[in-house]
């Protein structure tokens, strides 16, 4: 049909950046609209606007970013495609790559944050190793505005809360980039809620004690005395401190170095 054939000529005869640009559009304005979406996607347009970021222009990488996070938010609807369109590795890459300024990062933020919320695809597209999840979330975090880090906060928070995805975040080492979240001044609510909460799921994994000594420990004896936070996070940070103390006997020294007994006291 017609839609293929644009589809065709867009993808692979097209030499000319300009005249991919002109098409991807259009087929991003088919994708958007209501009435035609359905069939967009049975066609493969949103497949065909992935692979135009192979040609790394940032109209194309933008136009695709756009029309995932739009996906996104029907995303129970679209699994079998996103997941077929690895679109968890497609984000994370976008990020990743030498043109994914701000703007692209924030948009992946909150379609990852979006996707993370389904099962399946946090099962088969996050939890899988080449999705390079926690390398995406690092590179997202230098946005450093307080919506973007909650969306952040949000997918570290769904992977943790799920045996396979807290291996990932095991595997790839996610303790010190969780923490980081966190650090500096005015750190949102929501976003300490989120990040104390996911450390204290994966605090039940005895071989990331020694990292969350390291890196974690400052902050959940901070959020633990800190009257002004949330009863629940506070109760998390206990929660990892006693998880810490009791298997992990180097955190001990750690912690009432700092004044951890206090903060204790003070809850």
Do not use: W
């Amino acid at each position: 049909g017609t839609v293929q054939d644009v589809i065709v000529i867009t993808v692979l005869r097209a030499n000319d950046v300009r005249t991919k640009q002109v098409l991807a559009q259009a087929l991003f304005n088919l994708l958007a609209r209501v009435d035609t979406r359905r069939e967009m996607i049975d066609c493969d347009v949103p497949m065909a606007l992935v692979r135009l970021t192979r040609v790394e222009d940032p109209i194309l990488n933008l136009l695709a970013t756009n029309m995932l996070k739009n996906l996104s938010c029907e995303a129970d609807k679209n699994v079998e495609k996103l997941l077929e369109m690895r679109v968890v590795r497609v984000l994370v890459s976008q990020c990743l790559s030498s043109g994914g300024g701000v703007q692209i990062k924030r948009k992946c933020a909150a379609t990852l944050a979006n996707l993370a919320a389904v099962p399946e695809i946090l099962d088969k597209g996050f939890c899988d190793r080449q999705s390079n999840i926690v390398s995406g979330v690092r590179s997202i975090a230098v946005a450093r505005d307080a919506e973007t880090l909650e969306y952040v906060a949000t997918i570290c928070y769904y992977l943790a809360a799920f045996e396979k995805g807290r291996d990932e975040l095991v595997a790839q080492e996610a303790v010190p980039v969780l923490a980081s979240l966190c650090s500096g001044e005015d750190v949102p609510a929501k976003v300490r809620q989120l990040v104390v909460a996911a450390l204290t799921h994966i605090s039940n994994d005895p071989s990331t004690h020694e990292a969350l000594t390291e890196f974690a420990l400052p902050l959940v004896i901070e959020t633990m005395a800190g009257a002004v936070h949330a009863h629940d996070t506070r109760m998390n940070a206990m929660t990892l401190l006693c998880n810490l103390i009791v298997h992990h006997e180097p955190s001990r020294g750690a912690a009432v170095a700092l004044e951890a007994l206090p903060a204790l006291k003070a809850f």
